[in-house]
């Protein structure tokens, strides 16, 4: 179970790291100082941003949930 948790760790946290590259930037940070800010804003989030946003999100609570599994594990076993 522990190593089922600690590949569901990387795994996660390598496919978060990708999501959250994947946000358009919404300047005034380091997005801008890379380039970033010569987009144009054209309105509010499309139907995409919005799926990568619950990606995103869902990627996070299971990341969450892995490190509480395997921090309950490590408490809990002798």
Do not use: C, P, Y
């Not at 997005?31 to 869902?58: C, H, P, W």
Request: proline content about 0%.
């Amino acid at each position: 179970m522990r190593i089922a948790l600690q590949v569901l760790v990387v795994l996660s946290s390598f496919f978060l790291v990708l999501l959250i590259l994947m946000h358009k930037g919404k300047g005034g940070g380091l997005s801008d100082m890379f380039g970033g800010g010569v987009s144009s804003n054209l309105g509010g989030s499309s139907v995409a941003e919005k799926n990568l946003n619950r990606l995103t999100v869902i990627a996070g609570l299971i990341w969450i949930g892995a490190i509480v599994g395997l921090g309950l594990i490590a408490r809990f076993s002798a």
